[in-house]
């Protein structure tokens, strides 16, 4: 690998996003957000426009909501700095589609892999609860963490954000 990825986990409103960002902007570069999230709902609207409006004018948006191997690709560059958020939602994604999780996670730390800028990729950690009363719940856990484990193994760095704070795993 001739970039570097850093890997930034947490729970909801862990401070997460905010803490990746900082991280990106940080970094001298063309800045892309890559988004996985859909608006289907209008709480999903409000929610997507206020992380737009958090983001200044340095950074170019490109929607992947479920093919982020080939977005990552077409991203990639040397000079590129570039933030995923978020791979839960991408799993979601990936699962209301019936999409093969395993494949595309699979294609994705290939992808991680071979990127040659700066990376940044962020997801939810869903394992630290309760465990979810019905199947579907139960599976999207097990996929959402089978693809943080593979994800975690392929980059260099691992952050998990507690209130705010973080916590080097890697």
């Not at 063309?30 to 608006?39: M, S």
């Not at 737009?52 to 950074?59: L, S």
């Not at 909501?65 to 933030?83: M, N, R, S, Y």
Request: aromatic share 4%; hydrophobic share 50%; with cysteine.
């Amino acid at each position: 690998m001739t970039g570097r990825s850093l890997f930034v986990l947490g729970g909801a409103r862990s401070g997460k996003s905010r803490y990746a960002q900082a991280r990106a902007e940080a970094i001298a570069g063309r800045h892309i957000f890559i988004a996985t999230a859909e608006a289907h709902d209008a709480e999903m609207r409000d929610r997507i426009a206020r992380h737009r409006a958090d983001r200044d004018e340095r950074w170019q948006t490109v929607e992947a909501p479920h093919d982020l191997a080939a977005a990552l690709d077409a991203a990639d560059d040397a000079d590129a700095v570039v933030l995923v958020d978020c791979l839960t939602i991408w799993i979601s994604n990936l699962m209301l589609a019936e999409a093969d999780c395993e494949a595309a996670t699979r294609e994705l730390c290939e992808a991680i892999g071979r990127f040659g800028g700066q990376l940044i990729l962020v997801a939810n950690e869903v394992g630290l609860g309760i465990v979810p009363d019905n199947a579907l719940a139960r599976r999207f856990r097990d996929e959402a963490g089978r693809t943080n484990q593979a994800v975690a193994a392929a980059v260099q760095e691992v952050q998990m954000i507690f209130a705010g704070l973080p916590q080097r795993l890697k």
